[in-house]
């Protein structure tokens, strides 16, 4: 995409000497797509207080995420979605000295490296939020080696890091000069168990009457898809009874949709599958299942995962760092072990079959979820921010 496009595209909040008493950010993030780092970041730039932050966001100024920032950020448009564009360096440089930016904070491995060598120009300090390490990268050998060369630039001249796990956190110390965690927020007061309206998924899915599990992300190899339809099969076999009436909302998009959709055909439960697309309301969906299952085998940590225990669902998960850091099996989530099917099916039977424990589950889950709340999440921001701007870390 041209660059001249998005020239005029400028939102603004506030006058420039409102902004000059602030301590300037500016987050840069692709927005390609609606996933976890935009939904994460817009709830930085609608949480934090603007009495004390003037902020500024770098990205692609279309979708969800620019409707939900426009109105609290100065947008400054920037096309992050090609793979290699030193365009972006000097472009970005100019971004930050012309709008006095003092922490430039970046998520996504093209934004770090842009942000990072261009910060690095202009005096003002780099920050970037790792949730996923470019070796957890599904590319070839080549790529994922180019990606790691390129990262390990970007983090010497950053600042900080944060991430979201403590797992994480020992994998890239060293790495970055300081790694934070801050684990990745809810807003309990909008994923709420006593407020919602599933009407809506209901009756377009026909779930009436239904035993609805469902999943929700990308449809990515990370997250395992295959090996919950293959256990949707081996259940199926087992309690023939559930055949018509069990129903699986798979929500999301990705680059495996139709090869999904292929193998739920050839396991012969094309019918108790339903590949809904992306949602865009997330806590009705939610509250419209039975069971959240989530088979991943790579995560940082999830807000699904987060999202689903704050709406008391009984949860069936992989057992991986990320979740295994954030549930605890037994008593806020079922844990099976990661890509073995005949697992993930014995732990949804036996929340299917047991219902006191399923709904102990969710209530433990929801109890959980309540240490991971959003005021906490922008608490810690506001100090890592303070912190960087004088030069501690």
Same mark, same amino acid.
């Given at each position: 995409?041209?660059?001249?496009?998005?020239?005029?595209?400028?939102?603004?909040?506030?006058?420039?000497?409102?902004?000059?008493?602030?301590?300037?950010?500016?987050?840069?993030?692709?927005? $390609?797509?609606?996933?976890?780092?935009?939904?994460?970041?817009?709830?930085?730039?609608?949480?934090?207080?603007?009495?004390?932050?003037?902020?500024?966001?770098?990205?692609?100024?279309?979708?969800?995420?620019?409707?939900?920032?426009?109105?609290?950020?100065?947008?400054?448009?920037?096309?992050?979605?090609?793979?290699?564009?030193?365009?972006?360096?000097?472009?970005?440089?100019?971004?930050?000295?012309?709008?006095?930016?003092?922490?430039?904070?970046?998520?996504?491995?093209?934004?770090?490296?842009?942000?990072?060598?261009?910060?690095?120009?202009?005096?003002?300090?780099?920050?970037?939020?790792?949730?996923?390490?470019?070796?957890?990268?599904?590319?070839?050998?080549?790529?994922?080696?180019?990606?790691?060369?390129?990262?390990?630039?970007?983090?010497?001249?950053?600042?900080?890091?944060?991430?979201?796990?403590?797992?994480?956190?020992?994998?890239?110390?060293?790495?970055?000069?300081?790694?934070?965690?801050?684990?990745?927020?809810?807003?309990?007061?909008?994923?709420?168990?006593?407020?919602?309206?599933?009407?809506?998924?209901?009756?377009?899915?026909?779930?009436?009457?239904?035993?609805?599990?469902?999943?929700?992300?990308?449809?990515?190899?990370?997250?395992?898809?295959?090996?919950?339809?293959?256990?949707?099969?081996?259940?199926?076999?087992?309690?023939?009874?559930?055949?018509?009436?069990?129903?699986?909302?798979?929500?999301?998009?990705?680059?495996?949709?139709?090869?999904?959709?292929?193998?739920?055909?050839?396991?012969?439960?094309?019918?108790?599958?339903?590949?809904?697309?992306?949602?865009?309301?997330?806590?009705?969906?939610?509250?419209?299942?039975?069971?959240?299952?989530?088979?991943?085998?790579?995560?940082?940590?999830?807000?699904?995962?987060?999202?689903?225990?704050?709406?008391?669902?009984?949860?069936?998960?992989?057992?991986?760092?990320?979740? $295994?850091?954030?549930?605890?099996?037994?008593?806020?989530?079922?844990?099976?072990?990661?890509?073995?099917?005949?697992?993930?099916?014995?732990?949804?039977?036996?929340?299917?079959?047991?219902?006191?424990?399923?709904?102990?589950?969710?209530?433990?889950?929801?109890?959980?979820?309540?240490?991971?709340?959003?005021?906490?999440?922008?608490?810690?921001?506001?100090?890592?921010?303070?912190?960087?701007?004088?030069?501690?870390?």
């Amino acid at each position: 995409m041209d660059q001249s496009a998005f020239r005029g595209a400028v939102v603004s909040v506030g006058e420039p000497s409102d902004m000059d008493r602030k301590l300037k950010i500016l987050l840069v993030i692709e927005n $390609s797509c609606y996933g976890g780092g935009e939904r994460t970041f817009s709830m930085l730039i609608r949480g934090l207080p603007p009495e004390r932050f003037g902020l500024y966001c770098a990205s692609l100024p279309s979708g969800r995420f620019y409707e939900e920032t426009k109105d609290r950020c100065r947008f400054l448009p920037l096309d992050l979605t090609r793979r290699f564009r030193p365009g972006n360096i000097p472009l970005l440089r100019r971004l930050i000295a012309d709008n006095g930016i003092d922490i430039v904070h970046s998520q996504g491995a093209r934004a770090d490296f842009y942000s990072a060598l261009a910060a690095s120009k202009t005096g003002a300090k780099a920050a970037a939020t790792v949730a996923m390490p470019v070796d957890g990268f599904d590319v070839n050998f080549f790529r994922k080696r180019a990606y790691s060369v390129l990262a390990a630039l970007a983090a010497r001249r950053t600042a900080a890091a944060i991430t979201v796990s403590k797992e994480l956190r020992t994998r890239l110390e060293g790495r970055y000069p300081g790694v934070e965690l801050i684990p990745n927020p809810v807003d309990l007061s909008m994923f709420d168990p006593g407020n919602f309206d599933a009407t809506s998924v209901m009756d377009r899915f026909g779930l009436k009457g239904k035993l609805v599990l469902g999943a929700l992300g990308r449809l990515e190899w990370q997250k395992g898809y295959p090996f919950l339809l293959s256990a949707l099969k081996l259940l199926l076999a087992r309690e023939p009874a559930l055949s018509g009436k069990l129903v699986c909302l798979i929500a999301g998009s990705g680059s495996l949709e139709a090869r999904l959709k292929e193998l739920a055909e050839e396991e012969g439960i094309f019918s108790n599958v339903v590949f809904c697309g992306e949602v865009t309301e997330v806590r009705d969906f939610l509250g419209a299942l039975d069971i959240f299952v989530m088979p991943s085998l790579l995560e940082g940590q999830p807000l699904a995962l987060l999202e689903a225990m704050a709406m008391e669902r009984p949860i069936v998960a992989s057992d991986i760092p990320g979740i $295994s850091g954030t549930v605890t099996s037994g008593s806020t989530a079922l844990l099976v072990t990661p890509g073995d099917a005949q697992a993930l099916a014995g732990g949804l039977s036996k929340l299917i079959g047991d219902r006191a424990f399923a709904l102990r589950l969710g209530r433990g889950a929801r109890a959980a979820a309540g240490k991971s709340g959003l005021p906490a999440y922008l608490a810690s921001h506001e100090r890592f921010y303070q912190r960087l701007a004088r030069g501690e870390r």
